[in-house]
Every structure is written in structure tokens, then in C-alpha cells.
């Protein structure tokens, strides 16, 4: 999915290739202007410097190389949860507003069952509003096991991040959050690029410059809704094949467990006897 081997047939169609084409130029354009807004402030690289700095990384000629940064949003683009000093654990209530720590941040999808959820009072959550969550926000493990994402859904807009996770606010305009995960979960070069930045820390851990600056290929958006739906496809695949092994898995015990039975009972025959009876 992240270097475009997934949807090679499908750029290859004449009139999606036309799309792709159109939604391209657009793209360049739109980042043009924002590389020149940018180059007033020298803020954050251009896409061309990103290009320069990460050309070994092998994508198809329509995609592009960013970073979090040239994806900017009117919001921070990263955001750390709030320190212990202006959210502790003794304002945390029985009730209220969650607040999701890293242990509720799977790889895809939120925990709320298994793991404890903290909560925060409405007055508390309204004083650290900036530290709320939207939905297609992405929060990002950034302490602990490193590097689980997962996108915030709509039945958990408005809760809050702990200090130990990191929130993603990109530019839809660019990028679909959806796609942004599967990039932070499977590209190889995200992988080694985090596992880089932390090598040699003695408490490792991921702060906003670190993953603010993680290369991230940029197809078109038309390229990244085909994506996510054959991911999500094969995803889908793959626990159907899951869920019959499972019960494969459950049917061999079966079997065993009555031929141990019946062995032990005196009533097991042999394959040959079982042959005369047939």
C-alpha cells in the first residue's frame, strides 16, 4: 500500500489515470503556494527538500514525499497530551469526559473494554479544551509500545489524550486520516525511521519534532480512497480466513477429545473394523 505495488492495475486504467493526472496538478499547485507562504516564515522544508532528502525512497512518479509539517492544518499539527502538572491523577472523577491513555490505543482501534479509562469533569475538560480530540484526529503512542495509532471516531469527539500519547491533526485536503494510519502502521521506511530516531535513548520515546518530520508518501486523494478500500478488503479477507482456521482449530479438538473419550470407555474401534461396518 505504501509504495503504490497495491494499486499499480489501477493507476493504469485510461480514464483513472486521467484523474490521477488532474488531481496531481492540482496538488502541486496547492502545495506550490503553500511551500511560498511557508518560504516567508522558513518554518518547515519544501516539498522539493523533501524530495532531495529522501529521493532513495522507491514511489510511483504521481505521488509526492512530506512530512507532518508540509501537511500543516490551522491546529497544530502535533500535539502532545497535557503534562501531569496541569491534568493529575487526583482530578480524575468516576464519570465524565475519558481521557485515553496508552493503553486504550491499539493498531486501529480503540480499547475500551479490557483496559481502564480514566475520566474528567466537563469544567475540567472545557479548561483543556486545546487538548481535546476531534474526530479523524489520529493519536499516536508515543511512550510504552511505541508507535500504535489509531483514528478517533466520532463516538469519541470531544475526549481528551493523556501526556503519553501524541494527536495528529492533518489538512484533509491533503491526506485522509485513514491512509495516514495505515502509513504509520506498515510503511517500512515510518518503521525504520522511528526506530532510528529513538536508538540509543535510555527512556525511548517519540516527541512532536520527531514525528512532526516522519517522511510520509502523498498519493493523490482519488489513489488513497482506493487504497483504503483494498486494504479494508483484505483486512476483512484475512479475518474470515482467521475465524475458519478457528473453528477448524475447535473441530479438531472436538474430534480428539471424543476419540479420547471413547478409548477410554471401550468403545473405540480401529480404521479396519470401522471399514467392515461401512
Request: aromatic content about 10%; overall charge negative; some cysteine.
Given at each position: 500500500?505504501?509504495?503504490?505495488?497495491l494499486?499499480k492495475d489501477?493507476?493504469?486504467?485510461?480514464a483513472?489515470k486521467?484523474q490521477i493526472?488532474?488531481?496531481?496538478?492540482?496538488?502541486?499547485?496547492?502545495?506550490?503556494?503553500?511551500?511560498t507562504?511557508n518560504?516567508n516564515?522558513?518554518k518547515?522544508?519544501s516539498?522539493?527538500d523533501l524530495k532531495?532528502?529522501?529521493?532513495?525512497i522507491?514511489?510511483?512518479s504521481?505521488w509526492?514525499?512530506g512530512?507532518?509539517n508540509?501537511?500543516?492544518?490551522?491546529d497544530e499539527?502535533?500535539?502532545?497530551?497535557?503534562?501531569?502538572?496541569?491534568?493529575?491523577?487526583k482530578?480524575?472523577?468516576t464519570q465524565g469526559?475519558?481521557?485515553?491513555a496508552?493503553?486504550?490505543?491499539?493498531e486501529?482501534?480503540?480499547?475500551?473494554?479490557?483496559t481502564h479509562?480514566?475520566?474528567?469533569t466537563?469544567i475540567k475538560a472545557?479548561?483543556l479544551r486545546?487538548?481535546?480530540l476531534?474526530?479523524?484526529?489520529?493519536?499516536?503512542?508515543r511512550s510504552?509500545?511505541i508507535?500504535?495509532s489509531?483514528?478517533?471516531?466520532e463516538n469519541?469527539d470531544g475526549?481528551m489524550?493523556?501526556y503519553?500519547?501524541l494527536?495528529v491533526?492533518v489538512n484533509?485536503?491533503?491526506i485522509?486520516p485513514q491512509?495516514?494510519?495505515?502509513v504509520?502502521?506498515g510503511c517500512?521506511f515510518?518503521k525504520?525511521?522511528?526506530f532510528?530516531s529513538?536508538i540509543?535513548?535510555?527512556?525511548?520515546?517519540?516527541?512532536?519534532?520527531?514525528?512532526?518530520?516522519m517522511p510520509?508518501?502523498?498519493?493523490?486523494q482519488?489513489?488513497q480512497?482506493?487504497i483504503?478500500?483494498?486494504?479494508?478488503?483484505?483486512f476483512k479477507y484475512?479475518?474470515r480466513i482467521?475465524s475458519?482456521i478457528?473453528?477448524?482449530?475447535e473441530?479438531?479438538?472436538?474430534?480428539?477429545?471424543?476419540?479420547l473419550?471413547q478409548a477410554?470407555?471401550?468403545k473405540?474401534?480401529t480404521p479396519?473394523?470401522?471399514s467392515?461396518?461401512?
Amino acid at each position: 500500500a505504501c509504495s503504490g505495488r497495491l494499486t499499480k492495475d489501477w493507476r493504469e486504467i485510461g480514464a483513472i489515470k486521467e484523474q490521477i493526472n488532474d488531481q496531481e496538478q492540482r496538488f502541486i499547485n496547492s502545495i506550490e503556494n503553500r511551500d511560498t507562504i511557508n518560504r516567508n516564515f522558513k518554518k518547515y522544508p519544501s516539498f522539493e527538500d523533501l524530495k532531495e532528502t529522501y529521493n532513495h525512497i522507491s514511489i510511483p512518479s504521481t505521488w509526492h514525499i512530506g512530512n507532518l509539517n508540509t501537511l500543516w492544518n490551522e491546529d497544530e499539527v502535533v500535539k502532545t497530551g497535557p503534562f501531569g502538572a496541569i491534568l493529575k491523577s487526583k482530578e480524575f472523577v468516576t464519570q465524565g469526559i475519558p481521557v485515553l491513555a496508552v493503553g486504550n490505543v491499539k493498531e486501529g482501534f480503540l480499547d475500551l473494554t479490557d483496559t481502564h479509562l480514566d475520566y474528567i469533569t466537563e469544567i475540567k475538560a472545557e479548561e483543556l479544551r486545546s487538548y481535546r480530540l476531534k474526530t479523524g484526529d489520529i493519536v499516536f503512542t508515543r511512550s510504552g509500545t511505541i508507535g500504535r495509532s489509531s483514528v478517533i471516531p466520532e463516538n469519541a469527539d470531544g475526549w481528551m489524550m493523556s501526556y503519553h500519547l501524541l494527536r495528529v491533526r492533518v489538512n484533509n485536503q491533503y491526506i485522509y486520516p485513514q491512509f495516514l494510519h495505515y502509513v504509520f502502521s506498515g510503511c517500512i521506511f515510518t518503521k525504520e525511521y522511528i526506530f532510528d530516531s529513538i536508538i540509543g535513548t535510555t527512556r525511548p520515546g517519540i516527541n512532536t519534532s520527531i514525528l512532526a518530520n516522519m517522511p510520509i508518501p502523498i498519493p493523490t486523494q482519488l489513489e488513497q480512497a482506493e487504497i483504503i478500500r483494498r486494504v479494508d478488503a483484505l483486512f476483512k479477507y484475512a479475518t474470515r480466513i482467521e475465524s475458519k482456521i478457528a473453528n477448524t482449530h475447535e473441530r479438531i479438538e472436538e474430534i480428539t477429545q471424543s476419540i479420547l473419550h471413547q478409548a477410554f470407555t471401550g468403545k473405540l474401534i480401529t480404521p479396519n473394523e470401522a471399514s467392515v461396518e461401512v
